[in-house]
């Protein structure tokens, strides 16, 4: 029974049951009409659980989804294994969770390029990245912080795309894709890495000046 469930209580069966009207309403106000149907309760009952509407019910189905990611990647020995794996594997388990709402995926995607809606699709793309790279065990707290998560949305947005219109068999043309993205920024990483390296044993420019001015240094 849900006709006596506070709106907290309702927020979870709302998502559930509007998830199954996304396909063909969207994100919108209709689709949480109908799961309110579908619930037996008022529509304005849905409108407290979810005051900032449709919008709302999208968030919260995406931090549902970073919640069961998280959980799945902690049941993985992803520290035996190495970087690159752990990433890629970390993505393919994003993507194979969302393959039943695949087209409510789909309908989330568009509603986050409209540029009024672009802050908050962002917000949840780096929200997962930062999942991720939790899991992958990433503790840096400088600027790589940053760096890593941009660079994995990076992927990870290019991937989504692709994988929302792959028909290939169990996905097999998107986890081709994933690795061909994920072999470009192991590249870049690792020239990245060379040239901190050739920079920190190039001569001091600054050092070589002083010397001219003061020899003895």
Same mark, same amino acid.
């Given at each position: 029974?849900?006709?006596?469930?506070?709106?907290?209580?309702?927020?979870?069966?709302?998502?559930?049951?509007?998830?199954?009207?996304?396909?063909?309403?969207?994100?919108?106000?209709?689709?949480?009409?109908? #799961?309110?149907?579908?619930?037996?309760?008022?529509? #304005?009952?849905?409108?407290?659980?979810?005051?900032?509407? !449709?919008?709302?019910?999208? !968030?919260?189905?995406?931090?549902?989804?970073?919640?069961?990611?998280?959980?799945?990647?902690?049941?993985?020995?992803?520290?035996?294994?190495?970087?690159?794996?752990?990433?890629?594997?970390?993505?393919?388990?994003?993507?194979?969770?969302?393959?039943?709402?695949?087209?409510?995926?789909?309908?989330?995607?568009?509603?986050?390029?409209?540029?009024?809606?672009?802050? #908050?699709?962002?917000?949840?793309?780096?929200?997962?990245?930062?999942?991720?790279?939790?899991?992958?065990?990433?503790?840096?707290?400088?600027?790589?912080?940053?760096?890593?998560?941009?660079?994995?949305?990076?992927?990870?947005?290019?991937?989504?795309?692709?994988?929302?219109?792959?028909?290939?068999?169990?996905? #097999?043309?998107?986890?081709?894709?994933?690795?061909?993205?994920?072999?470009?920024?192991?590249?870049?990483?690792?020239?990245?890495?060379?040239?901190?390296?050739?920079?920190?044993?190039?001569?001091?420019?600054?050092?070589?000046?002083?010397?001219?001015?003061?020899?003895?240094?």
């Amino acid at each position: 029974m849900t006709d006596d469930k506070t709106p907290l209580e309702l927020r979870a069966p709302l998502l559930d049951a509007m998830l199954e009207h996304v396909p063909f309403d969207g994100w919108s106000t209709t689709a949480l009409k109908h #799961a309110a149907d579908d619930l037996g309760v008022s529509t #304005a009952m849905a409108e407290l659980a979810y005051p900032g509407g !449709a919008m709302e019910v999208l !968030a919260a189905h995406l931090e549902r989804a970073d919640e069961d990611l998280r959980i799945a990647l902690e049941a993985l020995d992803l520290p035996a294994m190495r970087i690159r794996d752990r990433i890629t594997i970390a993505v393919r388990t994003r993507f194979e969770q969302a393959a039943k709402h695949r087209e409510a995926v789909r309908r989330g995607v568009s509603l986050h390029a409209l540029p009024q809606n672009m802050a #908050a699709g962002m917000k949840a793309g780096w929200r997962t990245a930062d999942v991720i790279w939790r899991a992958c065990g990433d503790t840096s707290t400088d600027h790589n912080w940053y760096t890593k998560r941009a660079s994995l949305l990076a992927v990870y947005s290019s991937t989504l795309l692709y994988w929302l219109n792959d028909e290939s068999d169990d996905f #097999a043309d998107t986890w081709a894709f994933l690795d061909r993205r994920i072999e470009n920024v192991m590249s870049f990483e690792k020239a990245k890495f060379k040239m901190r390296e050739a920079c920190a044993n190039a001569p001091s420019l600054s050092r070589f000046l002083g010397r001219l001015r003061y020899p003895g240094t």
